[in-house]
């Protein structure tokens, strides 16, 4: 379709490959399933060859997402392309094809770099070995999988005669879509645009068939004005992470390249199959899983993005809210002040609610939902759509459990020293109880958490705010931890650099058990990784 722009979001790969974005299979899972809610056409799930708990996490989404439900029709039931990432190598490629053949559209996407700088110093290849290595890839990649992408890494600091033969290349061995990366966020929107439009004039053997695709990075803040003005020159596929997640400054996000092009339709005349009004519930998924608080003025995203402070800005959306609104918040599923429940609401009220904001519940989730919804109305008079997104949450979505919080009781104040006494359930369903003193509750709480769990680490980033108005809110805590190498074998820059952050979440009315849940959340993903298979950590060198 000419007017017709793909949606591939690589949230779950080049997202989750960025400091502190770590998720675990269930999270990764349950953001597959929200991105196919969302109506993203490619999920690009991972990079299997990582390790064995990635491919299986990709298998997954595979088998689970990238089919239609028991009993749906498979020709009306629309199901997302599930994607494995693999370096041009036959064993990467072996493994993506084994993580994605489950799915009902499995694609490979497999990548060599074409710039002089990464060909020289990181693969030490000539061009026409990289030629060559393409050609075979890719077509062994085809042997394996009928759908399947190329991309040139750096290409955006390619030559671009080089980049054609390169691309060339792809399309003789069999691939489809030819995905043209920014890497490193070096071009500008007139640059960019007319390396895509170069791509589909002068590659070799270019046809209907294929499509080009943009991925760009926002190392000079140009990520989206780059996807765009690839997107203006012909490319059909876009590249995006929600929220913009991914290497160093991030990659260009599915918020602001999709709205950009529903709310400027008449300059790009261009559809996606996003429904936008699941955008602002995805985002803060991704958020709480990640840890990684998105900024209060993110475009379409950030809790600012429709909030209206100078008086003369106010007084014009009272007359009309176009002087001020280029987009209506519920376009993106923003309904901060909305009063849907009350103490008196029932199960079915909440049921139906819960349904209309997409969380499909059975009987026993919906038990739960509606103890924990009680136990909120009781100390919250209002509650909105948000209090239920973060009790779904805090509830539903920490599918680890390794420790729980059992009890916690804090005394501080400006007459004692702030003391915790803190309950944890272990793995093996023990109760562990400590007290400890700190500087503050939060201090305090931590210190107790640590001489229980007893696992090194630095927590690099603490961040508390209030879901919605009023003093009786409920407070949302995001927290970012960082393992310590207990064995002291790396020196203290390398440690920082390489080892893994982990996010975690917490909920509550009571802001101190918020911020215990969420730094308990972090260190029990931790744990888990640590007890994983090493991960490659290719990462390091692309984006
Ligand atoms: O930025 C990049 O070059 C990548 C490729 C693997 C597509 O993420
Ligand atoms: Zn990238």
């Known amino acids: 379709m000419k007017n017709y722009v793909k949606i591939f979001d690589t949230t779950l790969r080049d997202g989750e490959q960025s400091p502190g974005a770590t998720m675990t299979s269930a999270e990764k899972l349950e953001v597959a399933r929200s991105l196919a809610r969302l109506g993203v056409d490619i999920i690009e799930a991972g990079f299997p060859a990582a390790s064995p708990d990635d491919l299986e996490a990709v298998r997954r989404i595979a088998v689970e997402v990238g089919n239609p439900p028991i009993g749906a ?48 110093h990181k693969l030490n290849m000539t061009r026409a070995q990289v030629l060559e290595k393409i050609g075979e890839m890719v077509a062994y990649a085809s042997s394996l999988c009928p759908d399947v992408e190329f991309s040139p890494e750096d290409a955006g600091r390619s030559e671009p005669e080089f980049l054609y033969l390169a691309l060339g290349e792809a399309i003789r061995a069999g691939a489809t879509t030819l995905n043209i990366p920014d890497t490193v966020g070096y071009t500008t929107p007139d640059e960019f645009g007319a390396l895509i439009a170069g791509v589909l004039a002068n590659t070799p053997g270019m046809h209907a068939g294929i499509t080009v695709s943009v991925h760009t990075h926002d190392d000079l803040g140009l990520a989206t004005a780059n996807a765009l003005a690839g997107i203006r020159a012909g490319a059909r596929q876009a590249e995006v992470t929600i929220n913009g997640i991914g290497e160093r400054a991030g990659n260009t996000s599915l918020e602001e390249v999709v709205m950009a092009l529903k709310t400027r339709h008449p300059v790009f005349g261009l559809e996606t199959s996003i429904d936008t009004t699941q955008i602002s519930r995805v985002s803060k998924l991704v958020s709480n899983y990640t840890g990684i608080v998105v900024q209060p003025n993110k475009a379409i995203v950030g809790a600012n993005a429709f909030a209206h402070e100078a008086g003369i800005h106010q007084d014009g959306m009272l007359k009309n809210n176009q002087t001020y609104e280029i987009m209506r918040p519920e376009d993106v599923g923003v309904s901060q002040t909305r009063l849907v429940l009350g103490k008196h609401s029932g ?20 038990d739960q939902a ?97 879901i919605t108005e009023g003093i009786d809110a409920l407070g949302e805590v995001t927290v970012r931890v960082q393992a310590k190498n207990g064995a002291q074998t790396m020196d203290a820059q390398k440690e920082q650099l390489f080892s893994r952050i982990y996010g975690g979440h917490g909920a509550d009315t009571d802001i101190i058990v918020a911020s215990v849940k969420a730094y308990i959340n972090a260190l029990n993903k931790l744990i888990i990784a640590q007890n994983e298979a090493p991960r490659e950590e290719y990462g390091v060198m692309l984006g």
Not at 80 to 86: D, E, K, M, Q, Y
Not at 89 to 104: C, F, H, L, M, N
Not at 384 to 408: K, N
């Open 370 to 466: 509606f103890a924990r919804f009680k136990e909120l109305a009781d100390r919250k008079k209002h509650i909105t759509d948000l209090d239920l997104e973060a009790l779904m949450a805090d509830e539903f979505y920490q599918p680890l459990s390794l420790y729980v919080l059992d009890g916690l009781q804090v005394t501080c104040g400006t007459m004692g020293l702030p003391t915790a006494t803190l309950r944890l359930r272990g793995p093996d369903g023990k109760i562990h109880t400590r007290a400890e003193i700190g500087t503050g509750p939060v201090d305090a709480a931590y210190r107790a958490v640590n001489a229980i769990i007893n696992t090194p680490n630095t927590l690099l980033e603490f961040n508390i705010h209030a």
């Open 73 to 120: 029709d498979p020709a009306s039931t629309r199901v997302p392309v599930i994607a494995g990432l693999a370096r041009a190598t036959r064993s990467d490629i072996a493994k993506a094809w084994e993580a994605v053949k489950s799915a009902a559209h499995p694609r490979i996407h497999t990548f060599l770099a074409t710039s002089e700088i990464h060909m020289q």
């Open 347 to 366: 199960r079915h009220a909440l049921r139906a609610r819960l349904a209309e904001m997409g969380h499909a519940l059975d009987e026993v989730e919906l």
